[in-house]
């Protein structure tokens, strides 16, 4: 009898393994809150436990799974209502550290956003990666309001979104989307246009929501 052919065809076995628990919490076939058991995952896909180890560090990196204690992994609980708050406030506060930057920034440190956004274009590593990159844009238009009290909250908030932000990338021409909005951003900042601003912002933020939410289950 000829062995149990693997589920998942792969040049690397971590990535495809990483790729595939990802695409079934996307899905819904691990729901919110479920356990993720390591022994069913390696019979299931015909690997060994060491890819099905690491693709499950990646995803606790990225908050798609939480480690609870004497329990395991477990799959995040994507809320809607989780998901529509914190992005609420991140267009609030964004918006107001980037009017203050439109005010009181100079050219270079203008161009020191741009050559992130620049970056972002030509980048073709991971998308944790460019999801570090993102931070990076975000934050650098935040510092440059001088708002340290509203950075330093929006910090959290930012860790809040990885696990949305993780989930967003995964969706087909959402890096474009992200490049052309930042795009829009830098050219208000520039053009200090507090409202044009503003709105590249919420655009940007409210297409996460947007995106996520017709692609995701979510309680």
Same mark, same amino acid.
């Given at each position: 009898?000829?062995?149990?052919?693997?589920?998942?065809?792969? =040049?690397?076995?971590?990535?495809?393994?990483?790729?595939?628990?990802?695409?079934?919490?996307?899905?819904?076939?691990?729901?919110? +809150?479920?356990?993720?058991?390591?022994?069913?995952?390696? %019979?299931?896909?015909?690997?060994?436990?060491?890819?099905?180890?690491?693709?499950?560090?990646?995803?606790?990196?990225?908050?798609?799974?939480?480690?609870?204690?004497?329990?395991?992994?477990?799959?995040?609980?994507?809320?809607?209502?989780?998901? =529509?708050?914190?992005?609420?406030?991140?267009?609030?506060?964004?918006?107001?550290?980037?009017?203050?930057?439109?005010?009181?920034?100079?050219?270079?440190?203008?161009?020191?956003?741009?050559?992130?956004?620049?970056?972002?274009?030509?980048?073709? +590593?991971?998308?944790?990666?460019?999801?570090?990159?993102?931070?990076?844009?975000?934050?650098?238009?935040?510092?440059?309001?001088?708002?340290?009290?509203?950075?330093?909250?929006?910090?959290?908030?930012?860790?809040?979104?990885?696990?949305?932000?993780?989930?967003?990338?995964?969706?087909? +021409?959402?890096? +474009?989307?992200?490049?052309?909005?930042?795009?829009?951003?830098?050219?208000?900042?520039?053009?200090?246009?507090?409202?044009?601003?503003?709105?590249?912002?919420?655009?940007?933020? %409210?297409?996460?929501?947007?995106?996520?939410?017709?692609?995701?289950?979510?309680?």
């Amino acid at each position: 009898m000829s062995e149990q052919q693997p589920l998942i065809q792969y =040049t690397t076995v971590s990535d495809s393994v990483y790729l595939w628990i990802k695409n079934a919490i996307i899905q819904g076939e691990f729901k919110p +809150g479920e356990h993720i058991a390591q022994e069913r995952l390696t %019979k299931k896909l015909g690997v060994s436990r060491t890819p099905v180890r690491d693709a499950i560090k990646r995803l606790e990196t990225e908050g798609l799974l939480i480690t609870k204690p004497h329990c395991g992994a477990v799959v995040f609980q994507m809320s809607r209502e989780h998901l =529509t708050e914190i992005y609420e406030i991140r267009i609030l506060m964004e918006q107001y550290c980037a009017a203050r930057t439109c005010m009181k920034a100079t050219d270079e440190d203008i161009k020191s956003i741009e050559a992130i956004s620049l970056q972002m274009l030509n980048y073709s +590593g991971t998308s944790k990666e460019f999801m570090q990159l993102d931070r990076q844009f975000h934050r650098s238009i935040c510092t440059l309001s001088g708002c340290e009290n509203t950075v330093e909250i929006l910090e959290g908030l930012w860790n809040k979104c990885d696990s949305f932000k993780s989930i967003y990338y995964s969706l087909d +021409g959402r890096v +474009g989307d992200t490049l052309a909005e930042h795009t829009r951003i830098v050219q208000g900042i520039k053009s200090r246009d507090i409202e044009v601003t503003k709105k590249a912002i919420s655009d940007h933020l %409210k297409d996460v929501v947007m995106s996520i939410g017709e692609h995701v289950n979510l309680l």
